[in-house]
């Protein structure tokens, strides 16, 4: 922990020495010992502490640099055994989100604890930086899931997982350069006032949520980067899918050679006319066997999810990474093999889940809503989008989580910016 600015003391009055009087000036005999040195002069007390405690130090006169550095270490142990400092908050201090309210350092660590009892937390920060003389403002993002529902093996049917994206301003006190304030804001909501009916409803509503993604099939990485109101937006790191064409729609390029082109990025889509919520059965077989051992090697891999169909006209399966982390570890597809190998580039996508069943009219409904809530937002969607289905077809509906997916074009959404 960084070192606090502590009020300076002054220095003690020095006392005086009553002056000699004219009889001690008189001449004396020499006296039997002899005469006791004089003292040396006292050295002048330092300014600082001659300022007296008045003098604490002037709004700005923070190293809000050091402070920066001390914050960032100390939100690392925000849900660990560690935790955060308590040192490094005023005794008077006030914590404000949407749903919680605190006036000491003690309420904010109740909180922490309460959160990892009932929940586990996940906190990534994105961004820090000085706002102002004695103000620091993050960008983050916090998930966490139910912990009772695995508790009691509920996980399988229910495992909401609750996710919010915001800012939080810390204010320094310039006396002692500890955090006497600290507001978080959510991304998801409009209404950022404590006690925030939108703020209870918006956190209800993951809590309730009963579509699940399977936990032991992997999945594309990527990290969230903001939860809005009606969608996330997720920065995806390259992965490889197995395509073929949708049924109905034309081969891909390079379909039957084992290497197709890169699209759109992040399983965002990419431009066409074909409607991702359409026929898919003879391109499911397709890709299935390619998985299970149809290839050239005769190399079985693992399932995985979601599976992704695009208005490019193209479904695609995604090779895990625990079978091939390149194009040059994934077996080719058979010869004559409707089927191409495909690295996504990733980036930025723009997600909206929801459950049931994706029949065409109800994923066209999502995909408007996706695209009207990101042009509300000032970001700039990429033509054309996909379909994520992550279940597999035994799956209750009430229990299926689907995704409408759009990409993002470039530089359409910077997270340091917004």
């Known amino acids: 922990m960084l070192p606090m600015h502590r009020h300076l ?9 009553a002056a000699p009087s004219a009889a001690a000036a008189a001449p004396a005999p020499a006296p039997r010992r002899p005469p006791r040195r004089a003292a040396p002069p006292r050295r002048p007390a330092p300014a600082a502490a001659a300022a007296g405690p008045s003098a604490a130090p002037k709004a700005g006169a923070l190293d809000m640099a050091s402070k920066l550095e001390w914050l960032k270490g100390d939100l690392s142990h925000l849900f660990d055994d560690v935790g955060v400092d308590p040192d490094g908050y005023d005794t008077k201090v006030t914590f404000l989100d949407p749903i919680t309210k605190y006036d000491s350092v003690q309420g904010y660590l109740f909180n922490i604890k309460f959160l990892r009892l009932a929940f586990t937390p996940r906190f990534t920060l994105h961004d820090a930086r000085v706002t102002g003389p004695e103000e620091i403002t993050t ?25 919010f994206t915001g800012a939080s301003i810390y204010g320094f006190n310039p006396a002692n350069g500890r955090i006497n304030r600290h507001i978080d804001t959510w991304d998801s909501i409009t209404n950022q ?5 939108e703020a209870f409803k918006d956190f209800l509503g993951q809590l309730g949520q009963l579509y699940t993604v399977p936990s032991n099939l992997e999945t594309p990485a990527f990290e969230l980067l903001r939860r809005g109101r ?11 899918v197995a395509e073929t064409p949708l049924d109905g729609c034309a081969p891909a390029a390079g379909a039957g050679s084992g290497q197709g082109e890169a699209s759109s990025g992040g399983g965002g889509g990419g431009g066409g006319g074909a409607d991702p919520a359409g026929p898919g059965g003879r391109a499911f077989n397709s890709l299935a066997g390619y ?10 891999m693992r399932m995985t999810t979601p599976v992704l169909s695009s208005s490019a006209g193209r479904m695609a399966f995604v090779i895990g990474p625990s079978d091939a982390r390149d194009l040059s570890a994934a077996p080719a597809p058979a010869s004559g093999a409707p089927v191409a190998l495909r690295l996504e580039p990733g980036g930025a996508v723009a997600a909206r889940a929801f459950g049931g069943a994706a029949d065409p009219a109800r994923c066209a409904a999502e995909e408007r809503a996706l695209r009207g809530a990101l042009l509300r937002d000032g970001l700039r969607p990429a033509e054309g989008w996909s379909l994520a289905r992550f279940n597999d077809p035994s799956t209750p509906g009430p229990l299926r989580r689907n995704e409408v997916l759009i990409a993002l074009e470039p530089g359409s959404f910077d997270l340091v910016d917004e």
């Open 291 to 300: 998985l299970f051992g149809g290839n050239a090697e005769g190399r079985k």
């Open 230 to 240: 009606g969608y996330e937006v997720r920065r995806y790191d390259p992965f490889l």
């Open 139 to 163: 960008k983050w993002t916090m998930s966490m899931r139910f912990a009772p529902a695995r508790a009691l093996g509920l996980s399988k049917w229910w495992d909401p997982e609750i996710t």
């Open 9 to 17: 003391r002054a220095a003690a009055p020095t006392r005086r020495r």
């Open 193 to 197: 006032t404590y006690f925030s009916i």
